[in-house]
């Protein structure tokens, strides 16, 4: 449903498109226009997508052309659903933040992660990086926090069945066994989290498109429909592994368990990694947090070489 939004970026970069270019606001020149300037003057590689091409394909799908069936009306629902989200103003202009939407495009395989990202950008900029110091940037308190609102986001598996919840680990509710308190800021921090995916996944009910075009876009496991509620209890695995700098797997987690695990830090990296290529580039405006994505994605690497070192690290039953 969002791949109109291929052809917006790609008009938006082409210096030749003086209505949809971006890169030289309110008419002063930048260096990075400059750069794509002359990349177009040598190579002439702009647009990279055309509106033809974006028709081409966005038109009559392989089952329909089997079936002796045109369709030629997904461009213009297409175009509606970016609207509706607020990722282009009416003219086809940008409306966001251009490499949030680059970022969002390349994130086509796990849509509904993607569009959920983009939609907390401006509170991890403001929490993580706006008027804060270096110091406040590197320490693991705050890349704690970072992963925290992370995973709410873009991991969102539920708790197993009488095992404490990532909820309960940050203390945002008090503990079953009610050893452990509630933590003011960590509850703060989690519902204002809550609060943006239920106010994300309001605006995909409100678009005028069909159910199924929707469920592409909505998270698996939806945010609470009540205010100033948790949500669902999710679970603390991939939370608790990065955060203590677990050497692998713990002793009582099953192959299975291990390889789910794996998964999804594995999952995880690759988002961080889609995100910190996108937001890294200096024309955008949250190129602050590009340290917080490098820094989560260098422990995930070391966490998954140890996890990988031990789950091929197994006894030979052959042997007798």
């Known amino acids: 449903p969002t791949m109109a939004l291929q052809q917006a970026?790609?008009?938006?970069?082409?210096?030749?498109?003086?209505?949809?270019?971006?890169h030289e606001p309110d008419g002063e020149t930048t260096p990075f226009a400059t750069a794509i300037r002359r990349m177009q003057t040598k190579q002439h590689c702009f647009p990279t997508v055309t509106e033809e091409q974006e028709k081409w394909m966005t038109n009559t799908t392989l089952e329909e052309f089997c079936n002796n069936k045109t369709s030629d009306e997904y461009l213009e629902l297409s175009q509606s659903v970016i609207k509706g989200l607020g990722y282009v103003h009416d003219d086809m202009t940008l409306a966001m933040d251009h490499n949030v939407l680059t970022m969002v495009w390349e994130m086509y395989d796990i849509l509904p992660e993607g569009i959920n990202l983009a939609a907390i950008m401006d509170q991890l900029f403001v929490r993580f990086c706006y008027n804060k110091t270096k110091s406040f940037k590197e320490s693991d308190a705050t890349q704690n926090d970072f992963l925290s609102v992370l995973?709410?986001?873009?991991?969102?598996?539920?708790?197993?069945?009488g095992e404490e919840s990532l909820q309960e680990l940050l203390r945002v509710v008090p503990s079953t066994?009610?050893?452990?308190?509630?933590?003011?800021?960590?509850?703060?921090?989690?519902?204002?989290?809550?609060?943006?995916?239920?106010?994300?996944k309001k605006l995909i009910d409100s678009l005028d498109v069909d159910q199924a075009e929707k469920d592409k876009m909505q998270?698996?496991?939806?945010?609470?429909?009540?205010?100033?509620?948790?949500?669902?209890p999710l679970d603390k695995n991939v939370y608790e592994m990065l955060v203590s700098k677990q050497k692998g797997f713990r002793e009582d987690q099953t192959v299975e368990q291990r390889n789910e695990l794996k998964n999804r830090i594995v999952r995880l990296g690759q988002i961080c990694l889609v995100a910190h290529n996108n937001l890294q580039q200096p024309h955008g405006k949250y190129s602050a947090l590009e340290v917080h994505f490098r820094r989560m994605f260098s422990n995930i690497k070391y966490s998954v070489a140890d996890m990988m070192s031990q789950l091929t690290d197994q006894e030979d039953l052959t042997e007798v």
Request: net charge negative.
């Open 9 to 22: 970026l790609a008009a938006s970069n082409d210096p030749g498109d003086t209505k949809h270019f971006i």
């Open 151 to 161: 995973l709410h986001t873009v991991d969102r598996v539920p708790a197993r069945e």
């Open 177 to 200: 066994d009610g050893s452990r308190s509630v933590n003011v800021d960590a509850k703060e921090l989690w519902l204002e989290t809550e609060a943006i995916l239920q106010d994300q």
């Open 219 to 232: 998270l698996v496991l939806a945010p609470s429909s009540i205010d100033n509620d948790p949500g669902v």
